[in-house]
């Protein structure tokens, strides 16, 4: 276990899931480093609103970074250089040739780079010469099965001087179904001399220790297994410093829930607080009994006060009707 204790574990972006809120409560049980939404390099060089409320960091996020996408270096350029450098609480940048997003993959962004290993040699370059500050290359395994080109991208990122790379071991044509190809991922390891960063299909713990074993990787990144499970980064810790770790209670599960609101209150309003946290309510309760029910009705509620009322009454249900037993 002693060659597991120096792996970084990162929190991936995910777009209408790790905002400010998410962010801070992913750092208070361990995460090594956190990332912004997804932001694109035009929005950020015409000052769209949106984008900048998304590049936004809290003064409580002390491990939080940029991730951008696009396609045209010399925007790229000009975004790193007038809105992300300038910002001394960011120290890194990711750029991501991964997502496997329609209307990103229209537009040759994202995964569609990788279709055009020139066009990535030109971004990488780019990136470097643009900035003192940490840079990651994040990709896929290729567009499809007989495309797969992750060692070629990957030594280009390394050629060029990007700091380490991440890689989801899935084409984009698999977007998120059937299983991360972990092989591939150690490929990529052994093939580069900078540190390569997993993704793929880690929800729990034991998924943690066979990635790491499998791949040889420099650390994991955690993306859909933290999804109402914010837990996972202190069940990995606890496992790195004691070779053990315990799952939180219901009741702690329903207090993360409440802190989640209260600190999301912070940055956004009731209405679209409420809104946005139905889906993590939804993914907090989904291992507990009798939770389909309560995540129907928290759809239908309106008010933070309404919702805090409703999950008090589901903590003494579970209480009565479980730990009693």
């Known amino acids: 276990m002693s060659e597991l204790k120096n792996k970084e574990i ?9 905002d400010n809120a998410f962010r801070i409560i992913c750092e208070k049980y361990g995460a090594d480093k956190t990332f912004t939404e997804m932001i694109s390099v035009n929005a ?38 007038e809105k992300i ?35 990535v040699n030109e971004i990488t370059k780019t990136l470097v010469k643009s900035t003192d500050k940490r840079i990651n290359v994040k990709f896929r395994t290729g567009i499809d099965e007989l495309s797969k080109n992750f060692l070629e991208i990957g030594k280009i990122c390394e050629d060029n001087g990007i700091d380490y790379v991440i890689i989801h071991g899935r084409t984009r044509e ?17 093939s580069l001399k900078i540190p390569v960063i997993a993704n793929g299909d880690v929800f729990t713990v034991e998924d943690f220790i066979e990635i790491m074993e499998t791949t040889k990787a420099d650390g994991v990144m955690l993306a ?31 207090e993360q829930i409440k802190d ?9 309003d009731e209405l679209l607080t409420v809104n946005q946290m139905r889906k993590h309510v939804g993914w907090y309760l989904k291992s507990l009994p009798n939770a389909t029910k309560i995540r129907a009705k928290v759809n239908t ?18 209480e009565v009707n479980y730990d009693r037993k």
């Open 301 to 318: 509620l309106k008010s933070k006060e309404e919702i805090f009322k409703l999950l008090d009454e589901y903590k003494n249900y579970l």
């Open 85 to 119: 450098n300038p910002l001394e609480n960011v120290k890194e940048i990711s750029f991501n040739m991964g997502c496997p997003a329609p209307k990103i993959f229209k537009n040759g962004e994202g995964s569609a780079l990788m279709k055009d290993p020139n066009l």
């Open 10 to 18: 990162l929190l991936a972006p995910l777009a209408g899931v790790t």
């Open 174 to 190: 698999q977007y998120y179904q059937g299983k991360a190809n972990w092989q591939d991922i150690k490929k990529l390891k052994e």
């Open 224 to 254: 859909r297994g933290i999804m109402g499970n914010p837990f996972l980064f202190k069940y990995i810790k606890d496992y790195l410093a004691n070779g053990t770790y315990k799952k939180v209670s219901y009741k702690e599960i329903i």
């Open 260 to 268: 989640q609101y209260e600190l999301t209150l912070k940055f956004k």
């Open 44 to 81: 950020l060089i015409y000052d769209n609103r949106q984008t900048n409320e998304l590049m936004y960091i809290s003064e409580k996020e002390k491990r939080a970074n940029i991730q951008i996408f696009g396609r045209d270096p010399e925007k790229i350029e000009r975004a790193i250089k």
